[in-house]
């Protein structure tokens, strides 16, 4: 299980960082009862993290964006004390967070390819998250694995798993 720091700290460096793409300038939120998913896109690469989730912090349920310079602002609460109840209004809002999930292939097959393209600092990005998950959760507990579709217009899936949690980032491939 994925505490609320880290699931923002790990969402946040793929969310679009100016503001004029508003509706992806932050962290989508989807959490009900137990279950928290964050997803974050800058356009280029997204991020996909899905958790069981005991809400000690008092987040609001149901499905909302939580702009980034909020974000950044809980992050820091959360820092200093771990249990801090969000009592303030966050300004939530409802933006219409694009569905990049539809372009993640069904297919996992992995494949030789030639002539892909892949930004070099999208995959420095996958390697921290991995990297950091690993070392807070043990090389053993947690499996991580590249997929590569023989499309090369179709995007490059990197799949964490863990028992309590799955984290699913997607980049797509340079254009050249």
């Not at 969310?15 to 939120?29: D, E, F, K, P, T």
């Not at 771990?82 to 992995?110: G, V």
Request: hydrophobic share 35%; net charge negative.
């Amino acid at each position: 299980m994925l505490n609320l720091q880290t699931v923002l700290s790990l969402a946040t460096p793929f969310a679009y960082s100016n503001h004029q793409r508003y509706n992806i300038h932050g962290v989508r939120i989807e959490h009900n009862d137990n279950q928290l998913c964050a997803k974050a896109t800058d356009g280029h690469m997204a991020i996909i993290i899905t958790t069981e989730y005991n809400d000690i912090h008092n987040l609001p349920t149901g499905n909302y964006t939580i702009e980034l310079p909020k974000v950044e602002q809980l992050d820091k609460l959360l820092k200093i004390d771990n249990e801090y109840q969000i009592t303030k209004k966050l300004d939530l809002i409802d933006y219409d967070f694009p569905d990049f999930e539809r372009i993640i292939p069904s297919s996992n097959t992995e494949y030789a390819i030639e002539n892909l393209w892949i930004d070099p600092k999208l995959l420095e990005k996958f390697c921290q998250v991995a990297k950091s998950i690993e070392a807070e959760y043990g090389e053993t507990s947690v499996k991580t694995r590249f997929s590569f579709h023989r499309n090369v217009n179709m995007p490059i899936v990197c799949d964490i798993k863990h028992e309590k949690f799955s984290i699913k980032m997607i980049a797509m491939p340079k254009r050249v």
